[in-house]
């Protein structure tokens, strides 16, 4: 097994010279190139984490074959700064692709990450939320061989649920992912979601190291059978977000997964200026897919997502 240490470089223009670090763990055995990308959100730090976890649990196994490439943070100057979005020009990221090398600095990154992921036999692109969630695999839903093959790894992955999304669809939020872009190019590609890395337990980040590795191992990759439909074996489903009324304290009164009625109260939000309370109400019926932790919100602020089963 040799490990290798590299970087991908970006200069835009009238902007400062940036470099991704890129690592590589190679088997020297035939196989799968797969590809781990983390921190598209610089305030998401969990998938770092997973990283090093998964390195370090590979470096000591022989039943590994292939190559795994990890970009370790794909936005280090939100990482620096603690911010979601790239603070040159205030971007997300994870809504730039397929990119643009002669654009600003997030374009770059994007078609620079873009690039890589294209000679990929599996993407797995690693989140965190803000607020509390299950395990979730993120799956794109397309008429295409790319499409089949990731349900299929998320399966070997089995998280608690699978958020479904539908490449080019109704939500047009979602067309500039590295996942959709991925799987449109026919390269398979899915997303993980968990709560953010402080909330995450040592036995939570070992079994998701578990289930990585097995993903990373799926026979699928090896043996790509030609139009074979896959359906999802966790419950997938479509979500709907929901947002703070007023700013205070808001203090979840669902649990997680917790089945809601359009209209239900999910929580309260107390004012700071006269202690009143004001009910936060479900938007739709579903399960309560996330839910931000007790703590103060401002106005509009997003408070979670409510889950509608699709399978």
């Known amino acids: 097994m040799k490990f290798y240490k590299g970087k991908i470089n970006i200069s835009a ?28 959100h610089g305030s998401e730090t969990a998938g770092i984490m997973l990283i090093y976890k998964l390195f370090e649990k590979i470096k000591a196994s022989l039943d590994f074959n292939g190559s795994l490439f990890a970009v370790t943070t794909a936005n280090p100057l939100g990482l620096i700064r603690g911010t979601r979005n790239v603070p040159v020009g205030d971007k997300n990221l ?42 979730i695999g993120v799956a794109i839903d397309y008429a295409n061989q790319a499409a089949n093959i990731s349900k299929e790894v998320i399966n070997e992955f089995l998280p608690d649920a699978v958020w479904q999304i539908t490449a080019k669809g109704a939500d047009p939020e979602f067309d500039g992912c590295l996942d959709t872009n991925l799987i449109i190019n026919n390269i398979p590609a899915f997303g993980l979601e968990m709560p953010p890395l402080e909330f995450l337990s040592d036995r939570e980040i070992e079994r998701i190291i578990e289930s990585l590795y097995r993903a990373i191992n799926c026979q699928f990759l090896l043996n790509q059978p030609k139009d074979q439909i896959v359906k999802l074996i966790c419950p997938a489903y479509e979500t709907k977000k929901f947002y703070s ?54 106005l509009e602020a997003k408070l979670g997502s409510i889950g509608r089963k699709v399978n």
């Open 94 to 135: 994870n809504r730039q692709y397929p990119g643009n090398l002669i654009g600003d600095l997030s374009a770059q990154t994007a078609a620079k990450i873009f690039d890589l992921a294209l000679g990929m036999d599996l993407v797995i692109d690693l989140h965190n939320f803000s607020r509390q969630s299950m395990i």
């Open 245 to 298: 009324n007023q700013a205070g304290i808001f203090l979840p009164e669902k649990t997680l997964f917790a089945e809601v009625i359009k209209g239900e109260k999910i929580g309260t939000i107390i004012d700071v200026n006269d202690l009143s309370k004001k009910p936060v109400n479900s938007p739709e019926s579903g399960i309560l897919f996330t839910v931000k932790y007790k703590c103060f919100v401002q």
């Open 13 to 40: 223009p009238n902007e400062s010279k940036l470099s991704l670090p890129l690592l590589k763990l190679d088997s020297e055995k035939p196989g799968p190139k797969r590809l781990l990308v983390a921190n598209q």
